[in-house]
């Protein structure tokens, strides 16, 4: 059986569902997972399928300050060759990124620790989750002979800043990378040597049975909309609520309900107060996934007017389950979202938003169910989690028979190993 590693900086956390599902469909294809965390996660876990994660999750930093030192000289003096050629990759992309060579010398350090623990794991291959810290973690494993990596970049965080990340390097170095849309495509394209651009693959984040086995259900016929997602700057929950308060203003009947947490709740919540809308918008916090299938389906409309996206996984659910969408015609959603099940608005646009929220209100019940049945067909088409994970797996175990087995390292020191690392 092989043996994949998934590397992420914090796992599980709230948002990651998207990549608890791809771990969990690649086991059932019969690929043996094991799980790193590079740090723990300080949310509040509230989903029962997050918390039994958790407890399958090593993470990196468990070994405190001593261990990283360690982990680092035992790297050092036991493959002193390829700790050379590791240490001077931690200096090229940590030179004038914006984490600086320190960090970099820590992720160096990290890099150590995972090497024993995968050694010992026998794993073939590491995945990682996003072209920040994962991707140079299990790019510096590699250079000390640890097993080939491969990342999934999802933006925005790494096109905001892809030279301070060193986003070519990293993937001139991955035995393959995948973006999660055409527009992530092209974006690596962008930023990555032509010579490389074979190794950039499509997968889309995709949705489990939760999402695709529901049959359609009835609109509610009260006009309610909800926004669920991280409350923050990017998702353009402040202007949302400027936007219902002038249509309640103009005497527009409608109720938002705000789905999630994050470091905007106060400023969300102020401006709420502001405009007397204590009665019509509602934060719940974070919630579980069955919980966000619950909120979907109360909703005649799902609304995310972001100004910095990937692709959206919360739209996808939303399609999923028969409600048309309203979001901004940005990175990889025009992919997903056209007129044919939804509307895509000028990102930043409080007209073009509160407009769209007046046409789907005013929208027939019927037109809105054959919206939402276009939506849900091309989710079903495009985004099945059991179809992409096969791509993924397709190219993580082909390192099997090119390594001829998982990487193994017989020397790992007895206080690196994973069962008698001190907790922080």
């Known amino acids: 059986m092989t043996t994949v590693a998934y590397l992420v900086n914090q796992y599980p956390k709230v948002s990651h569902s998207f990549i608890r599902r791809e771990i969990l469909a690649l086991e059932a294809q019969g690929v043996n997972i094991c799980r790193y965390s590079i ?32 982990a680092f000289i035992e790297v050092m003096f036991s493959r002193p060759l390829a700790f050379v050629k590791a240490l001077g990759l931690a200096i090229q992309i940590g030179w004038h990124s914006d984490r600086g060579l320190g960090r ?5 350090a990290e890099a150590s620790v995972l090497l024993f623990w995968l050694g010992e794991a026998g794993v073939d291959h590491v995945h990682a989750h996003f072209g920040t810290n994962p991707a140079a973690v ?21 096109f905001d800043k892809p030279q301070m990340l060193h986003l070519a390097t990293k993937v001139a170095h991955a035995k393959f990378v995948v973006a999660v849309s055409s527009f992530g495509k092209s974006q690596l394209y962008r930023w990555s040597h032509p010579q ?23 609109l509610p016929e009260a006009p309610q909309i909800v926004c669920i997602g991280r409350l923050c700057p990017a998702k353009g929950q402040l202007l949302l609520v400027e936007a219902v308060s002038q249509l309640v203003q103009e005497g527009i009947a409608l109720t938002l309900t705000l ?11 102020s401006a709420i107060a502001t405009a007397q809308l204590e009665e019509v918008i509602t934060i719940t916090g974070w919630v579980g996934s069955s919980h966000i299938r619950d909120y979907l389906l109360k909703a005649k409309v799902k609304v995310l007017p972001s100004f910095a996206e990937g692709l959206p996984v919360v739209l996808m659910e939303a399609l999923a389950l028969g409600r048309p969408v309203i979001s901004t015609y940005i990175a990889g959603i025009p992919e997903l979202v056209d007129p044919k099940n939804g509307w895509l608005i000028p ?21 809105l169910l054959e919206m939402g049945q276009v939506g849900a067909d091309r989710v079903r088409a495009e985004h099945n989690i059991e179809t992409e994970v096969m791509k993924l797996s397709r190219r993580c175990c082909m390192n099997r028979s090119l390594l001829g087995g998982g990487f193994s390292d ?5 206080w690196i190993k994973i069962e008698d690392s001190p907790q922080l």
């Open 39 to 70: 740090r723990p996660c300080p949310d509040q876990l509230v989903d029962p399928d997050d918390l039994a994660e958790l407890d399958k999750t090593q993470v990196l930093l468990s070994v405190g300050v001593l261990g990283l030192g360690l």
């Open 104 to 108: 970099h010398f820590i992720y160096l």
């Open 138 to 158: 299990a790019m510096l494993c590699h250079a000390l002979g640890g097993p080939s990596y491969s990342f999934t970049v999802h933006g925005p965080d790494e």
């Open 196 to 218: 490389h651009w074979p190794k950039i693959h499509i997968v889309h984040c995709g949705l489990d049975r939760l999402f695709l086995d529901q049959p359609q259900i009835a």
């Open 259 to 269: 789905v999630g947490d994050g470091e905007s709740r106060t400023a969300i919540e």
């Open 347 to 367: 990102a930043g646009s409080i007209s073009a938003l509160k407009e769209a929220i007046r046409v789907s209100l005013a929208t027939s019940t019927a037109q």
């Open 410 to 414: 017989p020397d790992c020191p007895k």
